[in-house]
C-alpha cells in the first residue's frame, strides 16, 4: 500500500492561491481537478476554452440534455455522496455500534469500506470527501451552464448546498486533500468485492494519479498556482 502523504510531500502550499468560495467563478477554481483532466478553464464559470460540442459530449455520458435529466441526475449524486460514507464510518467506530447487515458479503463489503476510508483521517483533518462531491456537483453544473441547459442564474441556485458545504474549508491545501482522499476512496468502494488481489493496487493507483494531477495544478496558474 502506498504511503498516502509521501506522494503530496512536493507540492509547495505556500504557492497557491487563497481558498474563495463565494462566487460562481470560485467555485469554477475548485473544480480545478476535473477541469484539468479535460484541459478545460476555470478562470471563469463557463468553460469557453474548447468547442461547445466536447462538452455536451461529456454530458451525453451521464444521459444530461435538459434541466430535469440535470436535476435527476444530481439528486442521485446526492443520495451517494461518499462524505456521508466516512461520517457514519466515523460515528461507527467512536460508539462500537455497527448496522445490521444480513448478508456476510455486505458485512465483508461494509468492514473493508470503513477500513479503508478511516485511513485517511489524519489527512482529511475532520472535513471528510466532501471535496470530492463538490468537485463533481460543480463540473456537471458548469457543463451544463456552457451548454446552455440552465442560466448562471439557475446555475447558483443549484449550487447553494454546495457554497455550505465548502464553508468548512480553510484553504486549498485541506481541500485538495479531502478530494485525493475521497477520490480513492470513491475508487476503492466500487472495486474492493472484485479481486481481494488488487482492490487496494487500484485504489492507490488512482491516488498516485491524483496526486500527480494535483501537483500539475498547483504549479499551473492557470488553476491554483499564485
Known amino acids: 500500500m502506498l504511503n498516502y502523504t509521501e506522494l503530496l510531500e512536493e507540492i509547495d502550499w505556500n504557492k497557491v492561491i487563497p481558498f474563495k468560495a463565494a462566487t460562481l467563478d470560485d467555485?469554477?477554481?475548485?473544480?480545478?481537478?476535473?477541469?484539468?483532466?479535460?484541459?478545460w478553464n476555470c478562470d471563469k464559470f463557463e468553460i469557453d476554452n474548447v468547442p461547445v460540442e466536447e462538452v455536451k459530449k461529456e454530458?451525453?455520458?451521464?444521459?444530461?440534455?435538459?434541466?430535469?435529466?440535470?436535476?435527476?441526475?444530481?439528486?442521485?449524486?446526492?443520495?451517494?455522496?461518499?462524505?456521508?460514507?466516512?461520517?457514519?464510518?466515523?460515528?461507527?467506530?467512536?460508539?462500537?455500534e455497527y448496522p445490521e447487515i444480513k448478508t456476510?458479503?455486505?458485512k465483508k463489503y461494509f468492514e473493508l469500506c470503513m477500513s479503508y476510508a478511516l485511513r485517511f483521517v489524519n489527512m482529511v483533518k475532520g472535513n471528510s470527501f466532501?471535496?470530492?462531491?463538490?468537485?463533481?456537483?460543480?463540473?456537471?453544473?458548469?457543463?451544463?451552464?456552457?451548454?446552455?441547459?440552465?442560466?448562471?442564474?439557475?446555475?447558483?441556485?443549484?449550487?447553494?448546498p454546495v457554497y455550505k458545504m465548502v464553508e468548512r474549508f480553510t484553504s486549498v491545501e485541506d481541500y485538495a486533500y479531502s478530494f485525493i482522499c475521497g477520490g480513492a476512496y470513491h475508487c476503492f468502494k466500487d472495486t474492493c468485492l472484485n479481486s481481494e488481489e488488487t482492490y487496494d493496487k487500484d485504489a492507490?493507483?488512482?491516488?498516485?494519479?491524483?496526486s500527480k494531477l494535483l501537483n500539475k495544478i498547483t504549479k499551473d496558474q492557470n488553476y491554483w498556482a499564485v
Not at 480545478?32 to 484541459?39: D, I, T
Open 59 to 96: 454530458l451525453d455520458k451521464l444521459k444530461i440534455d435538459s434541466i430535469s435529466s440535470l436535476m435527476k441526475y444530481l439528486q442521485q449524486s446526492s443520495e451517494n455522496f461518499i462524505y456521508k460514507d466516512y461520517y457514519s464510518f466515523c460515528k461507527c467506530k467512536a460508539e462500537g
Open 27 to 39: 467555485l469554477a477554481v475548485l473544480s480545478a481537478p476535473s477541469a484539468c483532466s479535460h484541459n
Open 130 to 160: 466532501f471535496a470530492w462531491d463538490c468537485c463533481d456537483i460543480i463540473s456537471t453544473v458548469r457543463m451544463a451552464c456552457t451548454c446552455d441547459i440552465v442560466s448562471r442564474d439557475v446555475a447558483e441556485d443549484i449550487l447553494r
Open 204 to 210: 492507490d493507483r488512482w491516488y498516485f494519479f491524483v
Open 104 to 106: 456476510e458479503e455486505g
